[in-house]
């Protein structure tokens, strides 16, 4: 199952720092969602475009998680190089991530 089966997602660009929420469109999902997007592999998944940390702050009450990219803009978003590396085709990018209970990586 891809992640976006059950969730979609928003997203903000501050510098050279983007913000991503991860939404169940089902609160049943959301237990889920919270064991298998861990900050870890929320990094692994963008290895090459965050070069900071990535936070994870969880939002049961919405079914909602909210990762910091930090360091994944390329300097900002004024300054990056990248044609569309910003929020919104990060957002697009998680999407599409493959969910499994395999306890690895994708």
Known sequence: MLLRDIAHARTGDKGNRSTLSVIAYDAKHYPLLEKLLTPERVKVHYQGIVQGSVERYCLPQLG????VLNGSLGGGVTRSLALDAHGKCLA????AMVLSDSGSAP
């Open 92 to 95: 697009s990018g998680l999407l």
């Open 64 to 67: 909602a998680l909210n990762f």
